[in-house]
């Protein structure tokens, strides 16, 4: 793919290729390593659940919370006599004849290379930071030229959504959220978004909500693809009505980095809660206002990570605008 416009010589050309194609290899290594070694963390508590020390213990835990003074010198020496790596108790304290055998999830190697891993990485960053340092352009503007790189709305709807004459809201609950597919029709840059506001008043079940006081937290991220179990970027936002930039009645929130989106590659954006307490968003709806650089898909994202549940509707949306500038 051709990331630049203008003709570049061969050897910069290559180069260019080059290292595109590590940037994408890295990150698909590190993020599929990680999610691998997540999976095994999650499958061995749940093969915990066959372990025989694991089921003894949760007799034991059985005996202690029926036993009373009078039946638990009986229960507990019938019990020893059936667990042999258990001796018996002594002033209501059970003691096992190898402790070691207890620590049944043992992730201290698991815990030690990731600990290691986050100072390498660290020590990568840093360099990637002074390399990038290095090569930025000189940002100060030409005497007399005109704007740079200036932002662009790109809205998908632009009116609030209703149903029986009620705004529609959409309930967030932990790991719950939402998603909008975007393809970007030339290269650009992502540096922003627009967040439909804390609900407050009758929804479309003529239910009172307030949430305009609340203050949440969501992490958004972008995905290539429609895979939302990898992603390229990811930031935790805090909403908080009083503190946001206010545009078009939807909150204007602005990323702490940019982020390239390339030209014919599909982007999934997604916006789940972090938090316990449930709480909704206004849903906007109507025809995409316009494309411009960017065009809005109607596509089902692909789900896998089962703890977080993305809801996806093709009419309506929590993300009714995106904002961007040329690269």
């Known amino acids: ?46 093969d915990l659940q066959e372990n025989e020390i694991f089921k003894q213990l949760n007799q034991m835990e059985t005996l202690f919370i029926e036993s009373n003074d009078r039946n638990f010198d009986q229960k507990s020496t019938d019990l020893f006599q059936m667990i042999s790596s258990f001796s018996n108790c002594k002033e209501n304290k059970i003691s096992h004849n190898n402790v070691e055998q207890l620590d049944i999830l043992n992730f201290q190697q698991a815990i030690k290379k990731l600990m290691e891993l986050q100072i390498s990485n660290q020590y990568m960053m840093n360099n990637i930071t002074n390399l990038v340092d290095q090569n930025k352009k000189d940002n100060k503007k030409p005497v007399n ?78 995905h290539e693809g429609l895979d939302l179990s990898i992603s390229v970027y990811d930031e935790i936002i805090n909403i908080k009505h009083s503190n946001l930039k206010i545009i078009n009645d939807c909150y204007f929130i602005e990323l702490e980095q940019d982020v390239f989106l390339k030209k014919g ?51 309506q949306s929590c993300i009714p605008g995106i904002v961007i500038h040329n690269s």
């Open 1 to 46: 793919m051709k990331y630049l416009s203008q003709k570049l010589c061969i050897a910069d050309q290559q180069q260019l290729d080059k290292a595109i194609q590590l940037i994408s290899k890295i990150r698909i290594q590190v993020n599929q390593r990680l999610n691998d070694l997540e999976k095994m963390i999650y499958d061995k508590i749940q």
């Open 145 to 222: 030229s005109g704007p740079q790189n200036a932002s662009n709305e790109i809205w998908k709807h632009k009116t609030f959504a209703k149903s029986n004459d009620r705004k529609v809201a959409f309930n967030f609950t932990k790991n719950c959220g939402v998603a909008e597919n975007i393809l970007p029709l030339q290269n650009v840059v992502l540096s922003g978004f627009l967040l439909t506001q804390l609900f407050s008043g009758q929804n479309q079940f003529d239910q009172n909500i307030n949430d305009k006081d609340k203050e949440v937290v969501v992490l958004f991220r972008v």
């Open 265 to 315: 590659m599909t982007y999934s954006l997604s916006l789940v809660s972090q938090i316990n307490e449930t709480f909704n968003l206004y849903m906007f709806a109507g025809k995409s206002v316009n494309f411009g650089e960017i065009k809005f898909l109607n596509k089902e994202t692909e789900n896998i990570i089962q703890s977080v549940q993305v809801k996806q509707s093709l009419t």
